[in-house]
């Protein structure tokens, strides 16, 4: 499907394709061993879409084989980055509302790699958009500022680091940091692996502006499409299963639905966004999932 689309063309790409051996009733699962090679054709296709000045997100998590955890993550990291990426930065998605668990020998999954990569180091990047409160701390800590808060203060154990607390004083906002404290998805029963909706919506925010086009390329119920068009994204989705395309559909307010055929023209016109679901055919997207 992605072939029908010219180069250069996306300024976000943020999915969460299906994980080894994971969603098998859904998608029919990916052996671990074989995951890089599967993985990798489909990531050509995202380079050669996606933007010089654009991102890739990819949530992924690596699974536990025989005990031990599988590298596949890792090996895919390393084979993305001969194939032209650039491994940017790593976040971490905490699963605040984790329910309890454990193994005999490990603790329950808490958190998920979302993986970003770009093309180059000069990529578009929002951070004012992003930025959160700066909390009770500063009520307390900033109202009585010591001699050492007012100029810059290096670290006393010799790391190199260093801080100029009085930056902050009068300041509503600050940056985050690269964890994100967001709960999962409990509204979704129809879709075996469901976003939350403030996890793409963090991205989009992030790394795209007004008009953008993004791209979810293993869509699922359509929650990327859904928070993109909620902030006045152009977005394309794409899923190999027609009943998760129904559901996507059903969360845009779509200017053009595309079901297996041809993509005809594009743009924005007077501010109305586009907003298209597709059903891959299995020659162009064999595997699918999405959030």
Request: hydrophobic share 35%; glycine share 6%; aromatic share 12%.
């Amino acid at each position: 499907m992605l072939q029908h689309y010219p180069d250069n063309f996306f300024d976000l790409i943020v999915t969460s394709p299906p994980y080894a051996d994971c969603r098998a009733k859904s998608y029919g699962g990916i052996s671990p061993d074989n995951y890089v090679q599967w993985f990798l054709p489909r990531s050509k296709q995202f380079l050669r879409v996606l933007k010089p000045t654009g991102t890739f997100i990819l949530n992924i998590k690596e699974k536990v084989v025989d005990g031990e955890r599988h590298t596949y993550v890792i090996e895919l990291i390393l084979e993305l980055r001969r194939q032209g990426w650039l491994w940017t930065e790593e976040f971490i998605w905490h699963k605040k509302n984790c329910h309890p668990g454990k193994w005999p020998n490990r603790f329950r999954d808490a958190w998920e790699r979302c993986l970003q990569f770009n093309k180059t180091r000069k990529f578009h990047m929002y951070q004012e958009a992003v930025m959160v409160p700066m909390g009770d701390w500063s009520k307390t800590r900033l109202k009585h500022l010591g001699q050492n808060d007012v100029i810059r203060f290096n670290s006393q154990v010799g790391s190199g680091f260093g801080k100029n607390i009085a930056n902050w004083v009068g300041r509503e906002k600050a940056y985050p940091s690269n964890v994100l404290h967001l709960a999962t998805e409990t509204g979704n029963r129809n879709h075996s692996a469901t976003f939350p909706q403030d996890l793409p919506e963090w991205f989009i925010k992030l790394f795209t502006k007004e008009d953008d086009w993004v791209l979810d390329p293993f869509v699922g119920c359509g929650t990327v499409c859904e928070m993109a068009q909620k902030l006045g994204r152009n977005c394309v989705g794409i899923d190999i299963l027609e009943e998760y395309v129904t559901l996507a559909r059903e969360k845009v307010k779509e200017k053009e639905t595309l079901l297996c055929e041809t993509v005809g023209e594009y743009g924005t016109n007077n501010k109305k966004r586009n907003s298209r679901v597709h059903r891959a055919q299995h020659s162009a997207v064999s595997q699918a999932k999405a959030r």
